[in-house]
């Protein structure tokens, strides 16, 4: 059967936009509240997250998550928003509140760090009606205490190990919903959706290097 034709407009303005790799759309997908997820971007950065192609944001950072950023993020995002909650220096009721506020502000979905403990999965499940995504990063996580604590997405990030880590998990659970990193290539992003990836997660260079990209098409013009 020959491949379906299928039109695009991308205007002037945003030709230039971030798009993802081409490779993720291989994959089977999430489907949160009837939206179906292939795609995340991995990142905080509101002008990426407002250029780019992908059908969902991963927003985690390396700091107290705080419920006015995440407002900011869901507010100024066309996308749906994963937003981090905690689970690792973070701990315990404030992670509970942290889900609650997000739930309550327009998330998708909560991320809870690899250092969760499964009672905390347990309290954060009572108390919202939105899907908790539990990180994986390695191969000794017991997954079927996320699971039987109410994580309902395994976010397998894992660096070089995450296609063999999502194969093992894939294996022993068949039906879970399995988000994982694609890594920096077409080709490390295809073996993570063979070994059974439902969406992959893909970083976004930062604005900064495109613009450095960009500065270097001004100057050239300029000198023309």
């Not at 659970?173 to 992959?200: C, H, K, L, W, Y």
């Amino acid at each position: 059967m020959q491949e379906r034709y299928i039109p695009e407009y991308q205007g002037t303005l945003r030709s230039h936009m971030v798009e993802i790799p081409d490779v993720i759309a291989k994959c089977g997908g999430v489907r949160i509240f009837g939206r179906l997820i292939k795609s995340l971007v991995f990142s905080t950065d509101i002008a990426i997250i407002r250029n780019i192609n992908a059908d969902a944001v991963v927003a985690v950072y390396p700091f107290t998550p705080q419920p006015v950023i995440s407002h900011a993020l869901i507010m100024g995002s066309d996308l749906p928003v994963l937003c981090g909650v905690g689970g690792g220096t973070t701990t315990g009721s404030r992670v509970v509140h942290l889900a609650s506020s997000a739930e309550f502000q327009g998330a998708f979905g909560v991320v809870l760090n690899a250092p969760t403990l499964d009672a905390t999965i347990k309290k954060v499940s009572s108390v919202i009606d939105i899907p908790i995504v539990i990180t994986v990063v390695g191969e000794h996580d017991n997954i079927a205490g996320r699971i039987d604590a109410g994580a309902a997405i395994l976010n397998v990030s894992a660096a070089a190990k995450t296609p063999w880590i999502v194969d093992k998990i894939r294996g022993e659970f068949p039906r879970v919903a399995i988000i994982a990193t694609g890594g920096p290539t077409e080709q490390s992003i295809m073996d993570t959706i063979n070994a059974g990836a439902d969406a992959i997660t893909w970083t976004p260079p930062t604005t900064g290097e495109i613009f450095k990209d960009l500065m270097t098409k001004y100057r050239i013009t300029a000198r023309q």
